[in-house]
């Protein structure tokens, strides 16, 4: 298969920075984008520690400038993308439930998140 190029967005996360980390053992150049600048560096770093080669770009996934930003280094740090995981978005507390299914029981409770919780703000986010 060879070396790819290959863009994460959301590579911060704890799903897809263990895709980048994964892919970068396998002898990929991995570009992890994410909202976060620092929870992705702290992965690419991990990945350069081990002999990989990986770079972190803080990019906003719904600002077309900053896509543009993100395209134009990694362009420059590895050339043309040939493979893209878009990951970004996914677990963020405004969009989450406390628990992982409904019990009708804990509509009136007030340390729990149900869905009829949840602010359209952080739905739309995690959508987005």
Not at 21 to 27: R, S, W
């Amino acid at each position: 298969m060879g070396s790819k190029v290959i863009v994460i967005t959301g590579a911060g996360g704890v799903l897809c920075g263990n895709f980048a980390v994964e892919l970068a053992k396998d002898g990929h150049k991995v570009a992890l984008l994410d909202i976060n600048i620092d929870a992705a560096e702290k992965i690419a770093s991990e990945i350069r520690a081990n002999g990989g080669e990986a770079i972190a770009v803080k990019t906003n996934v719904l600002d077309k400038e900053s896509l543009e930003n993100a395209h134009t280094k990694v362009l420059n740090a590895f050339g043309k993308c040939q493979i893209l995981i878009n990951g970004a978005g996914g677990n963020n507390p405004r969009g989450t439930t406390t628990n992982e299914y409904f019990n009708p029981e804990d509509i009136d409770k007030e340390d729990v998140v149900s869905f009829f919780d949840l602010q359209p703000e952080g739905v739309s986010f995690v959508f987005d």
